[in-house]
């Protein structure tokens, strides 16, 4: 294994800069799929799990809160601009 890690290290130090750069970002691209790939797969199945969407539920109240009383400020504010 080890010897086949070293010919492959010397083999792309023999490549050209720019090639050697190619190789880089198709790498890192390809990489960034899998985790993108991997991340959604674990998503969807932590999402439809009915605890978690009780979870989600209480952890986004706050924030329905916070919209009411925005819109409720603008609701005021225009209603006196209105006048």
Known sequence: MRKIIKHH???LRSHSEENRRHILHISI???????VVLWTYSLGRSISNP???I?????????????DNLV???QNISGQNGN
Do not use: E, N, R
């Open 9 to 11: 290290i010397h083999k």
């Open 29 to 35: 691209f390809i990489i960034g799929i899998i985790m």
């Open 51 to 53: 605890d978690t969407k």
């Open 55 to 67: 979870k989600m539920k209480q952890d986004l109240q706050p924030f329905s809160v916070l919209k």
């Open 72 to 74: 409720g400020g603008y």
